[in-house]
């Protein structure tokens, strides 16, 4: 069974990280690519990262450029996502994916 399952998310103050770690089952994680994406309330689901199976990144959302690092471990089958310098601005649901496959999410709240 594909499964994807993130945690990390908390509650920071505006200028504080978190790291995002989504564990990946079920699938040949090694062969594939993943992505990180957010939903903020009331807003759509936007895409924040993504790397390829060879560990390149292959996307940075503007906004995140120069704050956000994503990152994988092939053998430990994980995904990371390191946020820095959070904002107000980044508080959302932060998901896992790959494919048609979406983990349950992972909460993010950055406060003033």
């Known amino acids: 069974q594909v499964q994807l399952a993130e945690s990390g998310g908390g509650l920071v103050h505006a200028g504080g990280s978190l790291r995002l770690r989504c564990a990946a089952s079920g699938f040949p994680f090694g062969n594939v690519g993943m992505s990180w994406y957010r939903q903020a309330d009331g807003k759509a ?60 999410g992972t909460q993010v709240v950055v406060s003033w």
């Not at 924040?48 to 906004?63: F, M, N, Q």
């Open 45 to 104: 689901r936007e895409l924040v990262a993504s790397i390829r199976a060879s560990g390149e990144t292959d996307y940075i959302k503007d906004s995140a450029k120069g704050r956000f690092t994503i990152s994988r471990d092939n053998v430990k089958r994980l995904v990371y996502l390191q946020m820095n310098n959070l904002k107000p601005e980044d508080t959302a649901l932060y998901y896992c994916n790959t494919g048609d496959t979406w983990g349950q």
